[in-house]
């Protein structure tokens, strides 16, 4: 079957109805036994008789029983009474769900503080990262701060140096906006060959969030700030690494930049930065300071910390550029992705997530044959500029090795880069700004591995 | 709001005209003037031309003190230590300093890149000295210190001489001796304006194939066989229902055939031991757990290795946290730890009893 001809999604016979009556008893004493390649090769002649649209096994073949105990026993839930309202004030996710969780990579850090979690891209949905498994970067630990006596301070170049209280810039006119973040070192241990195995340490320090703010633009305006010779913006953290890092004056007068308090209908967590953080659209998540206690404006840039020791890209040379601010355009395919294993041949949902930090994700192609040959995914609605974009593709996998990978073009017309191609120009030790195309094996066995194609 | 009609009953009162005046007439009643010493307190940056620095000065010597009791535990003596962070030091030589390039960049075989490999600015490395250190107590170095501190650095990689004196009055100086000076470069299309006067032009062009685009793709690079569990069990790691599985990689992988996922659900059992969640809640309060591991050595022992040692002595862990100590575990010392008594003893008790998850 040609995998071009697929567009719509999953409809199927049910299986006995493209199987002989001789099939459906083998399949049933065969399946008693356990034995489900047998069960494939069963559906596969009856297939070939057939000549059926899909010729794949299901994964919940009719049992022998004659129907599914999941059926014909009814459950506790649908014979007795459920759990009455507010038992969690604060509703938490189903308790089947507990293996998604952040997660810091071994040996890569070897303090909590000054580390990083990841968030499990490989079981999201959508373009909205939940609050709670938000990835996190911190540098000297994370604090849950009083917001009513938390501070927020504008000085340097300005008319009025001028002092903030949370209930005041709540006051102000604000904008709700999904932006994606993603750290700069996001896929940076996969720089020079494969380091780790599933896509939630290889892109997991990415998440996308509806933030509710006040454009920094406002509060620049109120305290007079000149927007002539002040062109470049310090933002500070309230906390005890008290992180600073240079804004150009030109992203914040385009309106982008905000003062943000609130992160998917809530208050941003204490992990990301509750009560105040900067949200710098398309910018590494390094920039949006949190805790976010003083913006100062001046004319020149501040060469902090994270601007001269790290942050910067070392290139072949040995020089290093600095400043580099902007994510471009990037792409990852989330199922199948490493560390996961097929269920069956069949049908198959490819789906991923492409961003930009330069603007809108224009197209996704996807490859299931290490690039040789592509088709145009779907791009799901809504596709924002600076936020996450899903894409899906229909596949069916026909049992053979294959190699998945995923290509986005932003708005700009930038194609995102193969691993050559980066490694070309910017050699393997830059350790920041990886956006390579990712690819991952199906291998015959149903598992899934990270690769890197020469 | 009574604060605002406040504000501008005491500006018509005393004349203060800026306190009502200056806010924008668009939003009337949100935010104030910051004070001249409120403004002193939080404006503490410095800049690569020095601006924000303050007055002041400290000597090799007394940062070689500084460095001792409060550094040295997580940075090694000489700024080398690999253990919690990256060296400091190392890996320049006196040629760096007269080019202002760090020639050990250039080399891929190069193990590893020093903060003094790596920092063009002087005043970076005071002004993160002055607002983030020490790691566990910022901002608590006075300004003498920090001078100290960063002539002490500066030293061990010889960009200043064993009896210099670091002041504002010669930071730019030294700047001029910083070995990587020359090193960075601004003009490429990732910075987010035309500041810098870089390039627009991103640094690949990709196209869009979509037919018979290169070669065959081979597989050139992919974990070894014996990492295969390194990240824990993968199983464990995605959802138990969906169209895939994780892997279950305690287990070889299957060279033939098709892997059956498991359709019995695996769910990782959660923590449930309120002790151990107490006890670890106090170790990230008072940040034990900078230095020392559940389970690992990281500066000092891990509590399972104090746990093994000390079973049973609570008492003793007590006063061994309140006092510091040096030569049970090893030669770094541990300072002193001011946490109360109570917090003290809960945490001892849970060592003494297995230091258990």
Known sequence: ????????????????????????????????????????????????????????????????????????NLPEHATGLGQGVAVEGYGKPSKFEANLQRRQSPGLTQTTQSSVSFAPLQSLFGIVTPSGLHFERHHQGWWDIDPSKHRFMINGMVKKNMVFTLDEIMRL?????????????????????????????????????????????????????????????????????????????????SGEVIVAYGQNGEMLRPENGYPLRLVVPGVQGVSWVKYLRRIEVGDKPYAAKDEAVHYMDLQPGGLHRQYTNIQECKSVVTTPSGGQVLLDKGFYNITGLAWSGKGKIKRVDVSTDGGRNWRQARLETPVLSKALSRFNLDWVWDGKPAIIQSRAQDETGFVQPTYPQLRAVRGTRSIYHNNAIQSWLVQENGEVKNVQVS | MSRFRNAVVTAALLGLAGLAMAQSPNYPGVGRGATPKEVAKWDIDVRPDFKGLPAGSGSVAKGQDVWEAKCAHCHGVFGESNEVFS????????????????????????????????????????????????????????????????????????????????????????????????????????????????????????????????????????LPDFARNAHGNLQEQNR???????????????????????????????????????????????SCTACHGIDKKIVGPGFNEVAKKQAGKADYLVSKIRAGGVGVYGQIPMPPQSLPEADAKQIAEWISKGAGK
């Open chain 1, 1 to 72: 079957m040609k995998e071009d001809s697929i567009h719509s999604g999953r409809v199927q016979k049910a299986p006995e109805n493209f199987l002989t009556p001789r099939g459906i008893k083998e399949v049933f004493v065969q399946g008693q036994k356990g034995r489900r390649d047998f069960i494939r090769s069963a559906f596969a002649a009856a297939a070939a008789g057939a000549a059926a649209p899909m010729a794949m096994a299901q994964g919940n073949p009719l049992p022998i029983e004659g129907g599914d105990t999941n059926i014909l």
């Open chain 1, 173 to 253: 006119p604000s904008v709700s906006r999904f932006h994606f973040i993603e750290c700069g070192a996001n896929t940076a241990v996969d720089w020079g060959n494969v380091a780790v195995p599933t896509v939630q340490y290889t892109h997991g320090m990415l998440s996308c969030s509806e933030f509710t703010g006040v454009p920094l633009m406002t509060l620049l305006e109120l305290a007079g700030a000149d927007l002539k010779n002040g062109k470049f913006v310090l933002a500070e953290g309230g906390d005890g690494s008290a992180m600073t890092r240079t804004i150009p004056m030109s992203l914040i007068t």
């Open chain 2, 87 to 222: 060296p400091l030091v190392g890996g320049t030589s006196a040629e760096d300093i007269k080019t202002g390039r760090v020639a050990n960049l250039s080399r891929s075989d190069y193990p590893g890149r020093t903060t003094l490999m790596k920092v063009p600015t002087l005043s970076t490395l005071w002004d993160y000295i002055n607002r983030a250190m020490p790691w566990t107590n910022p901002k608590t170095l006075t300004t003498e210190e920090v001078y100290a501190v960063t002539a002490f650095l500066l030293n061990l990689a010889n960009v200043v001489p064993d009896d210099f004196v670091l002041s504002d009055k010669n930071m730019a100086q030294v700047q001029a001796r910083m070995p990587n000076r020359n090193g960075v470069t601004t003009q490429h299309a990732m910075w987010p304006g035309n500041e810098f006067g870089g390039t627009a032009k991103p640094d690949t062009a990709n196209t869009i194939c979509m037919k018979d685009c290169k070669p065959e793709a081979k597989v050139a690079s992919f």
């Open chain 2, 240 to 286: 138990i229902v969906g169209q895939q599985r994780g892997a279950d990689t305690t287990k070889p992988e299957p060279k033939a055939g098709m892997v059956v996922a498991s359709a019995a659900p695996v769910v990782v059992a959660k923590l449930d031991n309120s002790e151990a969640k107490a006890a670890m809640a106090l170790l990230n309060k008072y």
